[in-house]
């Protein structure tokens, strides 16, 4: 099993920054990728970014040159770095774990992110 835990949300102003973190526990030795989804209001989660252990990164195109997905494999943590923040990236973040195992996917609790003057 894998747990995730998130912090770093919050309200901030349209224009501004946040930087969300994840810390992963567990059967971290089974996790190949970590990332980023959102889900807003009545919408589905999609992903934000998504960052393997040994690839590139890889972005949604609304968030590419914005956001920065970072990862310190010596602290099991998983950062998404958030810049010129807009209203429509309002949404709860979850960060995920990939395993080549089932479940597949570990989920944290999210984090809520609000854009908003």
């Known amino acids: 099993q894998v747990q995730l835990v998130e912090s770093g949300g919050g309200l901030v102003q349209p224009g501004g920054s946040l930087r969300l973190s994840c810390i992963a526990s567990?059967?971290?030795?089974?996790?190949?990728?970590m990332g980023w989804y959102r889900q807003a209001p009545g919408k589905q989660r999609e992903v934000v970014a998504l960052?393997?252990?040994?690839?590139?990164?890889n972005y949604a195109s609304s968030e590419k040159g914005r956001f920065t997905i970072s990862r310190d494999n010596a602290k099991n943590t998983v950062y998404l770095q958030m810049n010129s923040l807009k209203p429509e990236d309002t949404a709860v973040y979850y960060c995920n774990a990939k395993t080549p195992v089932a479940p597949y996917n570990y989920w944290g609790q999210g984090t809520q992110v609000t854009v908003s003057s």
């Open positions: 960052i393997p252990s040994g690839g590139s990164t």
């Open positions: 567990g059967s971290i030795f089974r996790i190949h990728t």
